[in-house]
T-cell receptor
Framework: DAKTTQPTSMDCAEGRAANLPCNHSTISGNEYVYWYRQIHSQGPQYIIHGLKNNETNEMASLIITEDRKSSTLILPHATLRDTAVYYCTDDYKLSFGAGTTVTVRA | DAGVIQSPRHEVTEMGQEVTLRCKPISGHNSLFWYRQTMMRGLELLIYFNNNVPIDDSGMPEDRFSAKMPNASFSTLKIQPSEPRDSAVYFC?????????????FGPGTRLTVL
């Protein structure tokens, strides 16, 4: 069973920031938080990962709470092409749960 | 780079037949992963190789499944005999490095239907 919990779905307006929460309350000290997304009928795509510090790359930012029990993925300016299922996991074997279905609307 | 290449993209077979799925990882990557995805179970890691050596095969369902990596540029996942419950999308992924803190690059997947 997945050790992370995410909201089932989320809508976002095009051009606005999308904030995706994830709870990983059982994460251990040396486990990273990974975010991937899956666009319909494609393979999962890596977004970002982090251990303790906040991280940013060209796709997104990752904010990890100080106790590391939760994190938030931020898509700063959502586009229609960001519509996908977003997965958060603390397992390097990438055992995803159901993820969050994000729909970006024009 | 062409990315991770998988073949075939779609496979329909009858129960009891042998199925072989193929994967070519990204050149220079030294880790390769086989996953299976279904609606019921989500994404599951079946096996992963590092430097062509199987490191963790705890996710392989049973003896009907086998995987090989004869060289750094090719891997196969074989199911013999196949059963309807094996119907799923099978993904291959590769990475530079293994374990934690690495980005995995996924192929487009093989959609397997066992009748």
């Amino acid at each position: 069973d997945a050790k992370t919990t995410q909201p089932t779905s989320m809508d976002c307006a095009e051009g606005r920031a999308a904030n995706l929460p994830c709870n990983h309350s059982t994460i251990s000290g040396n486990e990273y938080v990974y975010w991937y997304r899956q666009i319909h009928s494609q393979g999962p795509q890596y977004i970002i990962h982090g251990l303790k510090n906040n991280e940013t790359n060209e796709m997104a930012s990752l904010i990890i709470t100080e106790d590391r029990k939760s994190s938030t993925l931020i898509l700063p300016h959502a586009t229609l092409r960001d519509t996908a299922v977003y997965y958060c996991t603390d397992d390097y074997k990438l055992s995803f749960g159901a993820g969050t279905t994000v729909t970006v609307r024009a | 780079d062409a990315g991770v290449i998988q073949s075939p993209r779609h496979e329909v077979t009858e129960m009891g037949q042998e199925v072989t799925l193929r994967c070519k990882p990204i050149s220079g990557h030294n880790s390769l992963f086989w996953y299976r995805q279904t609606m019921m179970r989500g994404l599951e890691l079946l096996i992963y190789f590092n430097n062509n050596v199987p490191i963790d095969d705890s996710g392989m369902p049973e003896d009907r499944f086998s995987a090989k990596m004869p060289n750094a540029s090719f891997s196969t996942l074989k199911i013999q005999p196949s059963e309807p419950r094996d119907s799923a999308v099978y993904f291959c992924a590769s990475s530079l490095g293994s374990g934690r803190a690495v980005e995995q690059f996924f192929g487009p997947g093989t959609r397997l239907t066992v009748l």
